[in-house]
């Protein structure tokens, strides 16, 4: 992990008339019950990765963890979109 860089998932709480987050954390339960309390906010994902990987590495696009780690990242945060959605 430390070697590739890794940035963990955020969770922003965000509000419509700012550009930036009110919050950030890397729980979501804690983003979701500020958002809650906050009028009109909203959580918004905004997933981890490794940054080294994801920028600096040539064979990024070849390398069977770094593609199953992007896999899975997409899959959640689909399914965190749709359960938004919903």
């Known amino acids: 992990m430390e070697e590739r860089w890794e940035k963990p998932t955020a969770y922003a709480v965000m509000k419509p ?3 930036t987050a009110v919050r950030v954390f890397y729980n979501q339960q804690e983003a979701e019950e500020l958002a809650a ?3 009109g906010a909203y ?3 905004r997933p981890g990765e490794a940054i080294r990987c994801a920028r ?3 064979v990024a696009k070849f390398c069977d963890q770094y593609q ?3 896999a899975a990242r ?3 945060v689909t399914e965190l979109e749709e359960a938004q959605a919903a």
């Open 56 to 58: 600096y590495c040539a």
């Open 74 to 76: 997409r899959s959640v």
């Open 37 to 39: 309390k906050t009028d």
């Open 43 to 45: 959580v918004q994902v």
């Open 68 to 70: 199953r780690e992007l």
């Open 17 to 19: 008339s700012r550009k």
